[in-house]
């Protein structure tokens, strides 16, 4: 029987992968490159290969840049916890959580962020309202009544109820965020970050001394 057994490891096995100097320099490069893919393709349009290879980089970021960019946050929390007495840990961990979230609210920001916190929390909410009414149907005073609220008529009152009350509540907080996400993953700040990401990652695999603490402190 297959088994993935990177589920079964613990954090502390995930963040020990990530204590190495040659693994944070590829995922800052393959970030960076993912980040940077509108203009690099531009510059290696007139070669085929990297040309194409650039448009299929792209297509990948877009469907898969959450991902990577959930990966960069968590090797950047890695290289700020563990190694936080290289000469510029901090900064690359900070270039990692700003790139990755750079990368995912590319993604997210293309969906509208209130209608689908909100829709999430109503049908929370309604699945635990249910879960605590179906319990009272037995009840001589009250389950009569519980039992009309549990028909689908009603259960879909109180979501629609807990829809426009969450979404009142909390559309202006994620619009917020939806504004900044999407200023950090718009196209000349993702050429930045990514061109940055390249660039470090080069240090990081040819001369990683002048970044990190040699060798990485243990946990």
């Known amino acids: 029987m297959l088994q993935f057994e990177f589920f079964n490891l613990d954090f502390g096995q995930i963040m020990a992968y990530f204590q190495n100097e040659i693994v944070v320099g590829w995922v800052l ?7 940077a893919a509108w203009l690099l393709e531009r510059i290696v349009d007139p070669i085929p290969l990297l040309g194409d290879l650039l448009k ?6 877009t469907y898969f840049g ?6 960069d946050m ?6 700020y916890v563990t190694n936080p007495a290289g000469p510029y840990s901090a900064y690359v961990a900070a270039l990692l959580v700003i790139t990755g979230f ?4 590319r993604v997210i920001s293309k969906f509208p962020i ?3 916190f909100a829709g999430a929390a109503a049908s929370f909410g309604t699945f635990t309202i249910y879960g605590f009414l179906s319990g009272l149907t037995s009840d001589p005073f009250i389950g009569t009544y519980v039992t009309e609220i549990l028909t689908f008529k009603w259960m879909l009152v109180i979501w629609f109820l807990l829809f426009f009350l969450v979404y009142g509540f909390s559309s202006l907080i994620l619009k917020l965020i939806e504004l900044i996400g999407k200023i950090f993953s718009s196209t000349p700040v993702s050429i930045i970050l990514g ?7 080069i240090i990081a695999l040819l001369a990683p001394a002048m970044l990190f603490t040699i060798p990485w402190p243990t946990a």
Not at 74 to 79: D, R
Not at 102 to 105: D, H, N, V
């Open 114 to 116: 209130a209608f689908l």
């Open 102 to 105: 750079s990368l995912s609210m």
């Open 74 to 79: 968590l090797v950047g929390y890695v290289v």
């Open 195 to 201: 061109l940055g990401c390249i660039a470090v990652g």
């Open 66 to 71: 959450f991902f990577v960019g959930i990966l």
């Open 29 to 35: 490069v393959g970030s960076g490159i993912i980040a």
């Open 56 to 61: 299929y980089i792209i297509h990948f970021a």
